[in-house]
């Protein structure tokens, strides 16, 4: 229960640095997110933080999956490109240096485990990425 509390006020601390040092060095949202993508993105990352509480590889690496796609979405409102990555490389200057490092960590891994064959991340791996993603989420703006 404590360590919940800790988690929620380290989370707020983190988003308020973030607003801050996008405000201070210029980093910039250009384009609003429609209200349609928000709630979409939002109701995502609702079953997505459901599912983190179930240890089973499965659900983790389900959560994954739907955490990417939900960046992915996310950066379509932002940046063209056929593919996430090319979305990806277009919206670097949308993120601080260490998110858009995360994020890209965080796709690697889903992409080894749904086209590398035998690739079995842990569960430390898998909630990591899942976190890195959802750095991205918040950053760009969405309550994850």
């Known amino acids: 229960m404590i360590f919940d509390l800790i988690g929620k006020i380290l989370k707020a601390l983190f988003d308020l640095f973030v607003m801050l040092f996008k405000l201070l060095f210029g980093i910039k949202q250009t384009k609003t997110i429609s209200l349609e993508t928000r709630n979409l ?30 960046l ?11 593919t996430m990555g090319e979305r990806m490389i277009a919206a670097k200057e949308k993120f601080t240096p260490a998110t858009y490092s995360a994020i890209w ?13 035998g ?3 842990s569960y ?7 976190e890195d993603l959802r750095r991205g989420v918040r950053e760009l703006g ?3």
């Open 41 to 70: 993105i939002e109701g995502e990352w609702v079953t997505i933080n459901s599912e983190l509480k179930n240890h089973s590889p499965a659900v983790l690496k389900h959560a994954l999956i739907k955490a990417d796609k939900s």
């Open 124 to 130: 430390v791996v898998l909630t990591k990425a899942i």
């Open 105 to 117: 960590s965080g796709h690697k891994v889903r992409n080894s485990m749904v086209h590398d064959s």
């Open 142 to 144: 969405i309550r994850a």
């Open 72 to 82: 992915d979405n996310l950066l379509k409102e932002f940046v063209n490109g056929n």
């Open 119 to 121: 690739f079995e991340p």
